[in-house]
């Protein structure tokens, strides 16, 4: 039995008639029993929502850029970053999306 686990762990040798193209020997051994696969570590909530969280500032910005000096943006930036949050599948997508609305009834109503 010994025997049969160190042929099964034994490097085994793939030339380029096995797919490799440089025709270099490539070793390789069966995994260890013992492995554990160790997951990556979370992401903080800006790592994985770099584009909404952009829209949301962006949002703020208009926002305060319009209650402190009267300019009111109309919120068009904000929309296509929500857009492009939606294409790369951000979980704060819908939240950049609801604030680029709320950015663009401000500008609509003027307030």
Known sequence: MAAAEAAAQAPTMMTAA?????GQPVTHTAPNPGFV????????????????VTAIAVVIAYIVL?????IVLLGIFP????????????KLAPVAL?????????ALTGH
Request: aromatic share 4%; hydrophobic share 45%.
């Open 18 to 22: 096995s797919g490799y193209a440089d």
């Open 79 to 90: 929309v296509a970053l929500s857009v492009r949050a939606f294409r790369r599948g951000e």
């Open 37 to 52: 696969v160790q997951h990556a570590p979370k992401q903080s909530l800006t790592e994985g929502n770099t584009v909404s």
């Open 66 to 70: 319009a209650a402190s000096t009267g």
């Open 98 to 106: 609801g604030a680029a609305i709320l950015a663009v009834l401000l």
